[in-house]
């Protein structure tokens, strides 16, 4: 597995918060770590964002994973940041996509599929959801 690219977001001199996207002979990784309640998190993780988008115009990606399972906690800001990585993810590959979520998580069961879009026929017909005990 390679690491495609990393964003994090440091406060306080610690990373709170961690995107990784790794790629496993055309499976695709993005896995979300930590909490995001920063006021501008676009800005610490553009870099990430646009990294992404140029790397994965470059690859053949034949199913996609989106692990949420370690993502505690992400405040209004952080939405439009979630969805604009999510939103790349979509529109930069065409295959299947499972979205591994906790099975009692009030903030994954609320603004999950808000923040996936899921009203979409398009994105509803290629993702899958596996919650995660």
């Known amino acids: 597995m390679i690491i495609l690219t990393y964003g994090e ?6 990373s709170v918060f961690t995107c990784v996207a790794m790629l496993d002979d055309g ?3 993005i896995h979300f770590k930590g909490v995001i309640q920063v006021d501008n998190p676009d800005k610490e993780l553009a870099s990430f964002i646009e990294e992404l988008t ?9 199913s996609c994973d989106l692990d949420f399972t370690e993502l505690h906690y992400c405040n209004s800001n952080g939405f439009y940041t ?3 990585i999510i939103d790349v993810i979509y ?5 299947s ?9 009030d903030w994954h069961y609320e603004i ?3 923040l996936l ?16 005990s």
């Open 91 to 95: 529109t930069c590959t065409n295959c």
């Open 97 to 105: 996509i499972t979205i591994k979520r906790l099975t009692r998580d």
């Open 9 to 14: 977001i440091i406060e306080a001199g610690s």
């Open 117 to 132: 879009n899921l009203d979409d026929m398009n994105i509803a017909e290629r993702t899958s959801i596996l919650e995660v």
């Open 54 to 62: 140029m790397k994965l115009d470059k690859e053949t990606v034949y």
């Open 112 to 114: 999950l599929p808000i």
């Open 27 to 29: 499976k695709l990784v």
């Open 82 to 84: 979630l969805m604009d």
